[in-house]
């Protein structure tokens, strides 16, 4: 699975750098490291090949495995789903949970709290204590809050996004079926609102676990080769993925001038769901890196996020994070993107007005 992909390439990034081992202070050229396969003997050579030819056998053989482990994924998404509909119930305050399920003891806990965090959780529990009783429905604004906490998922969300996931009551994956091309989807479970008409958002993950027939050596797992989102239904007026501009134009005989208003696209954790498509000709780099960096969410909210939605909430998730390192862009293409946005924000109007 993905998942192991990942800790491939982690393994490789802390130990395998020859150069550094011990107290050696030459540093190996490749070409001294790497043997020229073309200078050696004939006979060896046709050796390496055929060691090659059973690498190639291996990464068709691991393939086959990871197809095993998406199945084995499929099984025991069954197994924990009730635990995640349970989870589901306390949030949306459908459900109140027993005395029994409330019971949580964590040693060391509160020596672990910093002292300034101890003092304000006594003034609020001062404060609770002298103000009426306020009983909130289930866990508010659960979803939005992990997305807050999770730089990620904060980079993505703007400030026009957070009224709307308030009413996100939960985030579910599903596997493809047996015999199916191997795929997940991403499921955003919200209740009724006031700015569209859909329960549920998709957004769908196709994978592929196989060598690349031009390049088999590069395998190191599934890879996820595609997505597809789905069509919100917005209410009118309350589309937060487009904002209207106006715009004056000057007639070429009369001379005259008018202002028109048009929509144009804004930033918004909602173009989540209409991602850019790879085209069949090729990507260029700005484009590679925008899938890229979609395949990195969707993957994300998969393994961390649906798994341990209470540990981000709280926050103690986030020091696990480590490993998950984000690729920066350069300064120069931070430049430019803000440059556009603010010439793109010139003679802006509110949507919602």
């Known amino acids: 699975m993905e998942a192991r992909k990942n800790e491939k390439n982690e393994a490789r990034g802390k130990g395998g750098n020859k150069a550094s081992q011990g107290d050696r202070t030459e540093i190996i050229s490749e070409a001294e490291r790497i043997p020229n396969v073309s200078a050696l003997p004939k006979a060896v050579k046709r050796r390496v090949y ?4 059973l690498q190639v056998q291996s990464a068709h053989i691991e393939a ?5 482990v998406h199945e084995l994924e499929r099984k025991y998404a069954g197994l924990y789903q009730p635990i995640f509909d349970k989870r589901r119930e306390v949030v949306s305050g459908a459900v109140e949970p027993t005395d029994e399920e409330c019971e949580w003891h964590s040693e060391g806990e509160e020596e672990e709290l910093a002292e300034d965090l101890k003092k304000k959780a006594a003034l609020e529990e001062k ?9 909130p429905k289930g866990i508010p604004e659960f979803w939005l809050t992990i997305f807050k906490h999770v730089d990620m998922l904060g980079e993505m969300l703007q400030e026009h996004d957070e009224p709307i996931l308030k009413h996100l009551q939960d985030i579910k ?13 991403l499921e955003f479970h919200f209740e009724p609102n006031s700015y569209f008409s859909n329960a549920v958002l998709t957004k769908v993950y196709k994978m592929k676990s196989e060598p690349d027939p031009v390049d088999p050596f590069s395998f190191e797992g599934p890879e996820i080769v595609d997505c597809e989102g789905c069509k919100i239904d917005w209410h009118k007026g309350k589309d937060v993925t487009v904002k209207t501009i106006k715009k004056k134009q000057k007639h070429k005989g009369r001379g005259t001038v008018r202002t028109i208003t048009k929509e144009v696209p804004q930033d918004s954790f909602f173009n989540f769901f209409n991602p850019v498509k790879a085209s069949p000709d090729g990507m260029d ?17 998969r393994e961390r996020i649906i798994p341990r939605a209470v540990l981000y909430f709280t926050g ?3 020091e696990d994070d480590e490993s998950f390192e984000e690729e920066d862009l350069e300064e120069g293409e931070e430049e430019d993107l803000d440059e556009e946005g603010e010439e793109e924000d010139e003679g802006d109007l509110d949507p919602t007005a």
């Not at 055929?50 to 030819?53: D, P």
Request: net charge negative; glycine share 4%.
């Open 285 to 301: 780099e700005d484009l590679d890196f925008t899938l890229a960096t979609d395949f990195e969410i969707g993957h994300f909210f």
């Open 50 to 53: 055929a060691l090659k030819r």
């Open 64 to 68: 086959k495995f990871y197809e095993e």
């Open 316 to 318: 103690e998730a986030l």
């Open 173 to 185: 994956v599903k596997f493809s079926e047996p015999g199916q091309p191997m795929s997940f989807t």
């Open 127 to 135: 404060k609770e204590e002298s103000a009426p009783a306020d009983d």
